[in-house]
């Protein structure tokens, strides 16, 4: 993205991303990580999920027992009806990736692989109006407290085609922003970018936090990896990026 974000429409805020999914195959491990590092408040509802309550942002929560090459991330739209969402982004050429199902707790859900073959899910927990957009963590905007999920990046081989295929579904405002870069707004909730230069990395979550390096450092003492330098960008702010105990790839976000 270009040091000066331009101004991205945001979507009709109706289908915000309302829930994020990090894989954790190393349960107890990520639990601990981001509990002491971000703060984020947590609680086990199953031998393979545990949920998660961030400082701001969606509900999120981490899943074990995550097959080989799935990946390390992903987010669930919110929708009224899963099962007819479902059907329409079947309709509009995605794919099956888990038919619905239920969790306690949580609610109706399913997943499904966009037509770059990326995996999204469907979350039948949200109400109207009820998500609070929240801007892009960047520049003079407003920054969310520090432990927030604060934006995506999915993989999408054509980045005109997802803008279509999400604003026409979704409502979800989009703009490219320079090339291999289409950020898109869905209007409420968290905000993101589509990515068309790294397959291989399919999904990645951004947490927001108030020193970058100082995290990095923390990262590698609590059992994370740092994934090379800072990365300031005037204008902007800095990103990072890391692996957690579960091997699992993650962004950061700062001033």
């Keep these: 993205?270009?040091?000066?974000?331009?101004?991205?429409?945001?979507?009709?805020?109706?289908?915000?991303?309302?829930?994020?999914?990090?894989?954790?195959?190393?349960?107890?491990?990520?639990?601990?990580?981001?509990?002491?590092?971000?703060?984020?408040?947590?609680?086990?509802?199953?031998?393979?999920?545990?949920?998660?309550?961030?400082?701001?942002?969606?509900?999120?929560?981490l899943r074990a027992n995550i097959p080989e090459g799935f990946p390390g991330m992903v987010p669930f739209i919110g929708v009224p009806d899963v099962d007819a969402a479902l059907a329409r982004v079947v309709s509009a050429g995605a794919t099956v990736e888990r038919a619905t199902w239920t969790v306690p707790m949580v609610g109706k859900l399913a997943r499904f692989r966009d037509p770059s073959g990326t995996i999204y899910g469907l979350a039948q927990n949200v109400v109207p109006g009820a998500v609070p957009p929240m801007p892009w963590p960047f520049g003079s905007n407003p920054k969310p407290p520090a432990g927030t999920i604060c934006s995506v990046e999915m993989y999408a081989a054509d980045g005109e085609e997802a803008a279509r295929f999400f604003s026409g579904l979704f409502g979800w405002g989009t703009l490219a922003t320079m090339p291999k870069y289409m950020a898109f707004d869905a209007g409420a909730g968290i905000v993101g970018v589509f990515q068309s230069h790294t397959p291989a990395l399919p999904a990645v979550a951004y947490i927001y936090v108030d020193d970058v390096a100082t995290k990095l450092t923390e990262i590698d003492a609590a059992g994370g990896k740092r994934l090379g330098a800072p990365m300031p960008m005037p204008g902007m702010g800095c990103f990072g990026y890391f692996t957690d105990p579960s091997g699992t790839s993650m962004g950061l976000i700062g001033p």
């Design 1 to 61: 993205m270009s040091n000066a974000m331009p101004v991205v429409p945001a979507g009709n805020g109706e289908h915000p991303i309302s829930l994020v999914v990090i894989s954790a195959n190393n349960l107890v491990a990520s639990t601990t990580f981001y509990s002491t590092l971000f703060g984020w408040h947590t609680q086990p509802l199953s031998a393979e999920l545990t949920a998660v309550v961030a400082p701001a942002g969606p509900t999120a929560a």
